[in-house]
């Protein structure tokens, strides 16, 4: 319990991951009144299972990882209500019922929006994102009258949305600007192990194709796609995944400090007092070297969370996280990636060693600094990694020659999991034999 | 095409059992014949359909649609199929005249329909137990297929899958029968090498007892090797590799959980009311069988003094002295390991038992624990024997889940999971911070934990119920979870692992 002064009362905009993170650790630590307020459900659940939800593997209940009694056993006040505006001068929060409630401190967690690039028809009935609670619903709703969906932007939800209809026994046309998957990130080979593995489980995979306009009927259903590739795309059902951006459209007048998010320093502190902001809708003013401003992810969201809980409550902390990581799964591929491997390496700033297996969707790529032979980073498909070990490694100047000597004890796939090591190695031998030794 | 393959599929199988059915109403002459043809078509049925399903050459986790089946998610079909296995473990149990069973006469109908299989096999006509077992039997081999395809490409669920359908066929049906059938003149006494005590409440029961010490060198091999497994065998195998070598990989219960009970493992509720339930309720089944088994061997003890090796003020010793000593080791030596709760219910139980036990050992009568130990024996057998493992333990799989008996009811698992909890290497590790809350292994843990609870905090799961089937690792999306032996040092709390923050945050 927090000692050092009268409580306060917390007000959190959100209740996503970063929000709850803020809300549990204050309770953790302090005797504050906490409210959090979300207009999307009345229960924190996960937003990254919603699909599974779609695919039948889970019931919406199961993405809800506290059971309903949680909050008032903690004391955490849930308010199910659309907040209208802030009013920074009164220290009130505006509901769209005119309602208000004042706050001492106010975190700002309410996430991003779908991206929408004005493309004609892109109100049309059936042309819908998959972020909101709102949008697996009318997923569900449509799902009988679609056959055929095309699914637009290869990025991690894109490749969701088009496993979840195929689950479903859709016909999927998937739309991606670049020449090959997630091209930004992934290294060729990786994404090319992608493409291959999406034309593998049957989805119609369209590279190098963008979204023109999007066609609808007299009921103002969509019809088909046309790409300004001048293909077209019969459909009854459009996806769009080409990004998300901070849900801040209601803090125009506020006075808040807007970029693309809301603008916090490495305290997550917005430029008001009192108020703060974590998560998908914060816009770091001093990134940490080699990070974006905005990460949109459920870990930094996790991570902003503790962070700012500890501010609260008497412990101003800067927002410190630790080495890049994410994770993801691509249809049957998982995916795991620590550290920073570029997709297209500068040779003069980043080496790498590849081995992918011939046969299954294994694969694993560490990069290192070329002079100094200190680890970067590494990414890897179908092959699972302890994130200690490699948050160890990154932490510490740890040497290239070290990481690959310690990579078996690093491998966290299930017991009596093929070891490839000694492939592995056979296959970096030739580049190994050419590194000094570790200075 | 996939549809009308999966219907035929469907169809050929529930001809097979249709046909098996029709035998409750009249006798075929042919037995071999009706035999052999009912099972080659719910064989065929089953593989056909499987193969469809699962037997595709991609790898990977089939979940979909688990939530829409009606089979699998409490609809009209789960209804039907738990009514009926329940009717059917009813008459197995307690009504076997149903299913032709006549133990003065010849049997007829199902039952001795399986007259060739046994005559075959163990030399005698079949019994309602012997139908019972071949269905067992032929169920985790047909769903072991199953399992093995829906899971393929994950080698622990291959070898486990393997293993338990081996230890089926061998250890518990076929190994027993030839031995009987060798052996035809020895008396009964249970040849399931694997079936330890207290999974085999009856194993130290006087009848029991006297026909292994009677039974000749077979006889004392079982009571040597069972003795040898719950005092050293177990506690070892426990020791490096937790529950699991039993539960998951050797029992015959987990076995038919895990194969024909796979499509209801996420029907288990993972509230934490019902672990509460599931906590106390285990503990009580183990002190049950305890006491039965204590009351029993008393009561072996009195009445043939010339069979046993010691005297009823030895064994009741005995006794005080063993349950004393594991009592205060466990008190003393491991107790911030233990909750609160469990403390209380260990303590004020042990204490209950070893009062009562000097009250009524030294007090010389027949009867212990102010109970006579024939009727615990009955009443433990009816309760826990018949309508929990088998009624409440499969005949529900479709509304509670595959493991309601292993979890609630099980005095095993109690006891492995009490080691695995204090002393043992086995853990499920979480991967630092990389779990999504998204919650597919705690629905699809057959056991009702709460992985998802740990993972997210980055903590290990170090759970006496855990039987490490290794589901929640293969459905977890982001590689979060593997199940390990390791070293005891920070099995359950690693150091306050960071999720991904620089600075250290106590979560």
């Known amino acids: ?15 996503g991951i970063s929000g709850i993170t803020t809300a549990r650790h204050l309770r953790k630590n302090s005797s504050h009144s906490i409210t959090v307020i979300s207009e999307e459900s009345p229960y924190f659940f996960s937003r990254t299972a919603l699909m599974y939800v779609y695919m039948g593997h889970l019931q919406f209940d199961h993405t809800q990882p506290y059971e309903n009694d949680f909050w008032e056993q903690n004391k955490i006040d849930l308010v199910q209500k659309r907040v209208q505006r802030l009013n920074t001068q009164e220290q009130t929060v505006v509901f769209d019922d005119g309602n208000t409630l004042a706050f001492d401190a106010l975190v700002l967690a309410c996430g991003s929006l779908p991206n929408k690039f004005g493309w004609p028809g892109q109100e049309l009935k059936g042309v819908q994102g998959l972020y909101h609670k709102k949008d697996l619903e009318n997923l569900e709703t449509l799902s009988d009258s679609i056959a055929t969906a095309t699914v637009v932007g290869g990025g991690l939800i894109g490749v969701e949305l088009a496993e979840m209809l195929h689950s479903r026994g859709k016909k999927v046309h998937f739309l991606i600007r670049e020449s090959s998957f997630w091209n930004k990130v ?25 979204l ?28 769009l995944a080409v990004g998300v951006s901070p849900n801040i459209d209601f803090l125009k007048d506020s006075g808040l400090a807007l970029g693309k998010g809301i603008q916090v320093n490495r305290y997550l502190e917005t430029n008001l007092p009192n108020i703060y902001a974590v998560g998908d809708c914060a816009e770091q003013l001093e990134p940490q070297a080699g990070r974006k401003a905005i990460e949109a992810v459920w870990y930094t969201g996790r991570i902003m969370g503790e962070t700012l809980a500890q501010t609260l409550t008497g412990n101003k902390t800067a927002y410190q996280p630790g080495p890049w990581f ?22 003069e700033k980043e080496s790498q060693l590849y081995w992918g297996h011939s046969k299954k969707n294994c694969s694993i790529r560490l990069s290192y600094h070329p002079y100094t032979l200190t680890f970067m980073g590494v990414i890897s498909l179908g092959i699972r990694l302890r994130h200690d070990y490699f948050d160890r490694w990154l932490q510490t100047t740890t040497s290239i020659n070290e990481v690959i000597q310690d990579l078996t004890q690093s491998f966290f796939d299930p017991e009596f999991t093929p070891n490839y090591m000694t492939d592995i190695l056979n296959e970096w031998e030739t580049q190994l034999s050419t590194l000094a030794p570790n200075p | ?159 486990r899958t393997l293993s338990v359908m081996f230890f089926q066929l061998c250890f518990a049906f076929l190994i027993p029968e030839i031995l009987a059938k060798l052996n035809p003149s020895t008396p009964y006494f249970a040849k399931d090498l694997k079936n330890m005590w207290p999974l085999n409440y009856y194993f130290l029961d006087e009848w029991h007892l006297t026909n292994m010490i009677t039974g000749g060198n077979l006889g004392l091999f079982f009571l040597l090797f069972g003795l040898g497994m719950i005092f050293i065998g177990s506690p070892i195998l426990t020791y490096f590799f937790g529950k699991r070598w039993y539960c998951s990989w050797v029992c015959g219960c987990g076995a038919l959980a895990e194969t024909a009970g796979d499509p209801f493992r996420q029907l288990s509720s993972k509230k934490l009311s019902v672990w509460k339930f599931e906590r106390w309720m285990i503990h009580v089944v183990l002190v049950f069988v305890t006491v039965t088994t204590i009351a029993a061997l008393w009561s072996f003890i009195t009445q043939n003094p010339e069979m046993s090796l010691l005297t009823r003020e030895q ?97 095993m ?16 590790s979480t991967n630092g911070g ?34 490490g089937c290794g589901i929640c690792s293969a459905v977890c999306p982001r590689g979060v979870l593997k199940l390990e032996n390791d070293r005891l040092k920070n099995r359950i709390n690693p150091t306050i692992y960071p999720l991904g923050n620089a600075m250290e945050v106590n979560s």
């Open chain 2, 1 to 159: 095409m996939a549809t009308i393959k999966k219907q035929s599929g469907i169809g050929i199988g529930f001809l097979g059992l249709i046909l098996l059915s029709t035998v409750l109403f009249t006798t075929y002459e042919n037995k071999i014949l009706w035999l052999s043809l009912s099972f080659l078509l719910m064989t065929l049925g089953g593989l056909f359909y499987f193969q469809t399903i699962y037997g595709k050459p991609l790898p990977g986790i089939k979940n979909d649609g688990v939530w829409f089946s009606s089979l699998s998610s409490r609809g009209l079909s789960g209804w039907i199929l738990g009514m009926g296995l329940t009717a059917f473990y009813i008459a197995i149990y307690w009504f076997p005249e149903i299913l032709g069973f006549n133990s003065e006469d010849k049997s007829s109908g199902l039952v001795a329909l399986f007259d060739p299989l046994s005559y075959f096999l163990n030399g005698q006509a079949a019994s309602q137990w012997f139908l019972y077992g071949t269905l067992y039997t032929f169920a985790i081999l047909l769903f072991g297929v199953k399992f093995i395809w829906k899971y393929w490409g994950n080698r622990y669920q291959l070898f």
């Open chain 1, 186 to 210: 992934l290294p060729p080979e990786e994404s090319a192990m992608i493409n291959l593995h999406l034309l593998a489980q049957g989805i119609d995979l369209h590279l190098s194709t963008t």
């Open chain 1, 326 to 347: 994410n994770s993801a799964k691509f249809f049957d591929i998982e995916y795991q990636t620590y550290g920073k491997v570029s997709a297209l390496a500068n040779p």
């Open chain 2, 315 to 411: 064994f009741i010793g005995g006794v005080v002295l063993f349950l004393f000593v594991l009592m205060t080791i466990l008190f003393f030596w491991k107790k911030n390991g233990l909750e609160k709760d469990a403390k209380y219910t260990l303590v004020s139980l042990g204490s209950i038992l070893i009062l009562s036990l000097c009250i009524q050992g030294f007090s010389g009568q027949n009867n212990i624990l102010f109970l006579n130990s024939y009727s615990f024996q009955k009443w433990y057998g009816f309760g826990v024997g018949a309508a929990f493992s088998g009624v409440l333990g499969v005949g529900f799989y479709p509304f509670l889940g595959s493991r309601v008996w292993c979890r609630f009811g099980c005095p």
């Open chain 2, 413 to 428: 698992a109690a006891i492995l999971g009490l080691q695995q909890r204090l002393f043992s290497k086995f853990r499920i």
């Open chain 1, 1 to 15: 319990m927090d000692e050092k002064g009268p409580n306060k009362s917390i007000v959190i905009l959100g209740n």
């Open chain 2, 434 to 467: 990389q779990c999504i809350s998204c919650g597919n292994c705690s629905a699809y843990c057959e056991m009702g934990i709460d992985v998802r609870a740990y993972a997210q905090r980055g903590e290990n799961i170090v759970r006496s119920s855990c039987v």
């Open chain 1, 212 to 239: 023109d306009t999007i066609e609808g009927d007299a009921t103002d259903r969509v019809v088909r796609v046309h790409s300004t590739q001048k293909e077209t795309f019969d459909c009854e059902w459009v996806g």
